[in-house]
């Protein structure tokens, strides 16, 4: 059973940064990609960055690219989201997800079906 449990976020002014983890638990030798996901108020949830689990593959949405990083620790089961140059478009709930099933590579588009299992959230506010 993968168990996600996320943590970090919190109010951050424009400009500022965050770092949010996520726990991973389970059979964590299947799993192929994991991301982060964010869903605004009202919008629908859409994807922030993925990286795959065991080899180098890191993929960004446009919004977010040059300012956020993922990055994971295997040995920790942990993965990572630095979050720098923060704006206000930025406050959403933050997800963090795992794909075991996708070889198509569609995981790393951000496709959301390919992610089976997901945290319980952590709230991203950017504001002055």
């Known amino acids: 059973q993968v168990q996600l449990v996320e943590s970090g976020g919190g109010l951050v002014q424009p400009g500022g940064s965050l770092k949010l983890s996520c726990a991973i638990s389970?059979?964590?030798?299947?799993?192929?990609?994991v991301a982060w996901f964010r869903q605004a108020p009202g919008n629908e949830r859409e994807f922030v960055a993925a990286i795959s689990w065991t080899g180098g593959i890191t993929t960004y949405a446009d919004s977010v690219r040059g300012r956020f990083t993922i990055s994971k620790d295997i040995a920790n089961n942990a993965l990572y989201l630095q979050m720098n140059s923060l704006k206000p478009e930025d406050t959403a709930v933050y997800y963090c997800?795992?794909?075991?099933?996708?070889?198509?590579?569609?995981?790393?588009?951000?496709?959301?079906?390919?992610?089976?299992?997901w945290g319980q959230g952590t709230q991203v506010t950017v504001s002055s």
């Open positions: 389970g059979r964590t030798f299947t799993y192929r990609a």
């Open positions: 997800a795992v794909s075991q099933s996708d070889y198509s590579g569609r995981a790393y588009q951000g496709e959301l079906r390919q992610y089976e299992s």
